[in-house]
């Protein structure tokens, strides 16, 4: 074969290889359809004190507070929108009204409705810190948990609780009463319907529940009816993590706007997604780092009704408050 022939053969061939990777990244790269979200205000550093956390982990809004999950110090905290301290309650221990590392938050109704990662429940308090009740013991077996992440909550009460060591999500009746799961005990899985360790659960004002399939680096969906929807997160939404648009690094906490768009805390890549209800990007703000705007491993995240986003910065202790770019 004379060298000419040779290298245009090379040269067609590398044409190609540069097409085929072109085509997968338009694929399953998709570029930003609206502009990064903007830096507000940030509080919190280390410590015991008020307004201080230890690993925080969950956060919820409503009525103008924010709720943080201050997990090592077994409490929760509450703040204004501007990050002034208003009260706290709970402490470290196992019965009724204390914490042992409280971890993803709910509001509904006006109670507070909190996964518990080390006493395998969820507990119930009203707004003001006043104990109710607590669903759930430790167990595998219907209605019982290994150390649940996350909550949801409808409005006749029936909870959805990601299930974290037996993989599954599992629906219950607002005693604790036992309706239905998804995925397979102690199983783990990455095809459509089956976890890897579910980190935290939202539903969506039509009765959809979205899925933070946490080790699986991909949110999945499912309709009001429980029949599986939709996924996504990487190539084929298939456990491949990475940096890039729309691909996670572990997702530890799913959150929904009034308009329904899902905002995603991406752990390992300190960022926060914006997707559309159907999973289209939309856009990302935050990188690694201790400055303002900068995230240490974002682990939560919470959108108020006038956009406010609210996100817990888990390596820096600290809240940060975002808003839609003007």
Same mark, same amino acid.
């Given at each position: 074969m004379k060298a000419k022939t040779v290298l245009k053969i090379a040269r067609n061939l590398a044409i190609i290889a540069v097409t085929l990777v072109a085509g997968a990244w338009l694929a399953f790269v998709p570029s930003a359809k609206e502009s990064p979200y903007q830096f507000v205000t940030a509080w919190g550093e280390k410590g015991k004190g008020p307004g201080r956390f230890n690993d925080p982990i969950g956060i919820a809004v409503a009525d103008g507070e924010v709720f943080v999950? %201050?997990? =090592?110090? @077994?409490?929760?905290?509450? /703040?204004?929108?501007?990050?002034?301290?208003?009260?706290?309650?709970?402490a &470290?221990?196992?019965? &009724?009204?204390?914490? %042992? *590392?409280?971890?993803?938050?709910?509001? *509904?109704? #006006? !109670?507070?409705?909190?996964?518990?990662?080390?006493?395998? =429940?969820?507990?119930v308090f009203g707004l003001d810190g006043t104990p109710k009740r607590i669903v759930g013991k430790a167990g595998s077996g219907p209605g019982e948990f290994k150390a649940p992440g996350g909550v949801a909550v409808t409005a006749n009460g029936d909870l959805f609780v990601a299930d974290f060591y037996n993989h599954r999500v599992q629906q219950l009746k607002a005693d604790g009463r036992f309706v239905r799961q998804w995925g397979v005990t102690g199983e783990i899985g990455v095809r459509a319907g089956r976890?890897?360790?579910?980190? %935290?659960?939202?539903?969506? =004002?039509?009765?959809?529940?979205?899925?933070? %399939? @946490?080790?699986?680096?991909?949110?999945?969906? /499912?309709?009001? !009816?429980?029949?599986?929807? *939709?996924?996504?997160?990487?190539?084929?939404a298939m456990n491949i993590f990475g940096p890039f648009n729309g691909w996670f690094a572990t997702v530890t906490r799913v959150s929904l706007d009034k308009l329904g768009n899902v905002f995603v805390a991406d752990f390992y890549n300190h960022r926060i997604q914006k997707f559309s209800a159907e999973g289209k990007f939309l856009t990302s703000f935050g990188e690694?780092?201790?400055?303002? @705007?900068?995230?240490?491993?974002?682990?939560?995240?919470?959108?108020?009704?006038? #956009?406010?986003?609210?996100?817990?910065?888990?390596?820096?202790?600290?809240?940060?408050?975002? =808003?839609?770019?003007?």
């Open positions: 999950s %201050d997990s =090592r110090n @077994g409490r929760i905290q509450v /703040f204004d929108f501007d990050g002034r301290f208003k009260r706290a309650f709970g &470290p221990g196992a019965e &009724p009204g204390k914490l %042992d *590392r409280p971890m993803n938050l709910a509001i *509904r109704g #006006g !109670e507070l409705y909190v996964a518990e990662y080390f006493n395998d =429940r969820v507990q976890f890897n360790y579910p980190t %935290d659960v939202a539903l969506a =004002r039509d009765g959809s529940l979205y899925v933070a %399939d @946490g080790y699986n680096d991909r949110i999945q969906v /499912f309709g009001p !009816e429980g029949g599986f929807r *939709r996924k996504w997160g990487g190539p084929f690694r780092g201790e400055g303002p @705007g900068q995230f240490n491993y974002v682990i939560a995240v919470a959108v108020a009704e006038d #956009g406010s986003v609210f996100a817990v910065d888990y390596g820096n202790n600290r809240i940060q408050k975002w =808003r839609p770019a003007k």
